[in-house]
């Protein structure tokens, strides 16, 4: 009897170890690679894998190798170690809006690390500092902070990432009274390329410190929290909303020209022209009759809008009017994904009636869906930071050309190549060499110089200093010295 008991334990132990080999024979490198990732990993066989490879830009595609949605930092350094030791690509995925997919690594066949899952907000009223998780969205962030009484100033599209959007800048309406989101950073925990935690602040690896605030999306390492400098929200807020006649154009940028950077920085205001219509959404960071004398200047030399609105609400609540989605939705955002193409153009000085009739004309015969937002810049966004690799500080105003919503490849070829034609041209004649590194662009020429300017060489030495082997890139990451 004990001995057939003992030849039981012993065909166990057997059938055990032939089990663990099958296992073995069956993994890939990749799959045992990443056996103790705590989160979950997909690969290209799983059916919901091309859902979850759609992200924002339909007319750019990729296809990772695996998608590793981490929870914690170890996941992160795992999934470093082995994209290293499998002599792999390896990108990190936030929000998913970068507009050339770059959080898909801007080739096939790269380890995807998605931090959806690394979404902690932990506030400190006291301190009016919070750390935020590299997973989280704009609307998420807005709506806890603002619960709490806070707000950072940050873009308007609720399911923007926070990762890639506050390392490449991050401007919107709070943008003059408090910068961008990359100048309230205070602090970040990064894995380097050799899979180590690294703490970054402007004492601790300042170097570093300097280029994630501008120029960070993707080329020094994976970033996993933020420590964001706080502010606190206004009790009221006004939104503001004017229509003008589509041939008030010239009048229209005659006054934002002239008025605009004097503007107190309280408002932000952002011009919307396409080949009908010219409107302006703006916000003042205060209560209704503030917000009507501060404008007062700008609006004596505008012509008479079509239209006018001003609403006062909460901070929160100007989240839901600018953001075009449904008001249930910026607390939960998800991708609205769609066919575009987009060209940045800074200007320092305001546009020229010429430039304005050439752009007029473009808008009135391109073949797609083309509009164009002037967004004001100026105040706090302005001011030169020597802890910041973001250049742009002496721009006017920011200008997107975003073509959108054609039907069939043919169509949104004829107009991307419309755009980048037309975009060579009019930056080339009559705006400043440099464009906005958030809105990034695979097709810019020396995009080094227009989104980096004379920071790029010392971004080169800073990415050779932490990332020699170039384990962190993709088309237009910030390269290693030869
Ligand atoms: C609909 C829409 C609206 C927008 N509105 C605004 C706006 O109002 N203001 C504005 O300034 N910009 C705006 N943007 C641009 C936006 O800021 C950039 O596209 C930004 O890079 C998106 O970040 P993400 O994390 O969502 O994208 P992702 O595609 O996830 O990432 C973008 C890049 O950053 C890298 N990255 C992401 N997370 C990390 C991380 N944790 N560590 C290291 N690298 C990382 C990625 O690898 C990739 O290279 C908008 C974009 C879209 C599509």
Redesign the pocket.
């Known amino acids: 009897m004990k001995l057939i008991k003992q030849l039981d334990i012993i065909l166990l132990l057997i059938w055990c170890i032939l089990l663990i080999n099958l296992v073995n024979v069956n993994a890939s490198p990749l799959t045992s690679c990443l056996a103790s990732i705590k989160g979950q990993t997909v690969y290209p066989n799983n059916k919901t894998f091309p859902s979850l490879i759609i992200?924002?830009?339909l007319y750019v595609n990729y296809t990772p190798s695996v998608l590793v949605y981490a929870v914690n930092n170890q996941d992160v350094q795992t999934s470093v170690n082995c994209a290293v030791k499998l002599k792999m690509g390896i990108?990190?995925?936030?929000?998913?809006?970068?507009?050339e997919?770059?959080?898909l690594g801007g080739r096939n066949n790269v380890m995807v690390v998605d931090?959806t899952n690394m979404n902690e907000i932990t506030i400190d009223s006291t301190a009016k500092t919070a750390k935020i998780g590299?997973g989280n969205r704009l609307g998420v962030i807005y709506d806890k902070l603002s619960q709490a009484g806070f707000l950072i100033p940050a873009?308007?599209?609720p399911s923007?990432?926070?990762?890639?959007?506050s390392?490449?800048?991050?401007?919107?309406f709070a943008g003059r009274k408090y910068g961008l989101a990359s100048d309230n950073v205070i602090s970040m925990e990064m894995v380097d390329a050799n899979g180590n935690i690294l703490q970054i602040n402007n004492q601790t690896n300042s170097d570093l410190f300097f280029a994630l605030r501008g120029a960070?999306?993707?080329s020094f390492?994976?970033?996993?929290s933020f420590v964001f400098r706080l502010h606190e929200t206004p009790p009221q807020v006004t939104a503001m909303q004017f229509q003008f006649k589509r041939s008030q154009v010239q009048q229209l940028f005659s006054a934002f020209n002239q008025v605009g950077p004097t503007l107190d920085n309280n408002i932000d205001l952002s011009i919307a022209l396409d080949k009908g219509s010219l409107s302006i959404d703006g916000l003042y960071l205060g209560p209704l009759n503030d917000a009507r004398n501060a404008v007062e200047p700008f609006l004596s030399k505008a012509p008479k809008p079509t239209s006018s609105k001003f609403t006062p609400e909460s901070f929160f609540d100007s989240v839901k009017t600018f953001s075009y989605v449904a008001p249930s939705e910026v607390a939960k955002p998800k991708h609205h994904p769609y066919f575009f193409k987009a060209k940045s153009f800074l200007v320092t000085k305001g546009l020229t009636s010429e430039a304005i009739n050439v752009l007029s004309d473009f808008l009135s015969t391109v073949s797609c869906d083309t509009y164009a937002l002037f967004d004001l810049f100026g105040g706090a966004a302005n001011i030169v930071d020597n802890t910041s690799s973001f250049v742009h500080r002496d721009t006017l105003y920011g200008i997107q050309l975003l073509g959108q919503d054609w039907k069939t490849k043919a169509q949104g070829d004829k107009c991307v190549k419309q755009l980048n034609d037309f975009g060579k041209e009019f930056q080339s004649k009559y705006t400043s060499y440099f464009s906005y590194q958030?809105?990034?662009d695979r097709d810019l020429d020396d995009w080094q110089t227009r989104y980096y300017g004379n920071n790029f060489n010392k971004l080169v030495d800073i990415k050779t200093k932490y990332d020699p082997n170039n384990l962190f890139n993709?088309p237009q990451s910030i390269p290693v010295k030869h």
Request: charged share 10%; hydrophobic share 25%.
């Open positions: 992200d924002e830009n990108t990190a995925r936030s929000g998913g809006h970068s507009y997919k770059y959080g931090l590299a873009g308007t599209c923007v990432g926070i990762g890639g959007h390392l490449g800048g991050g401007y919107g960070g999306g993707g390492g994976i970033v996993t958030n809105y990034i993709f």
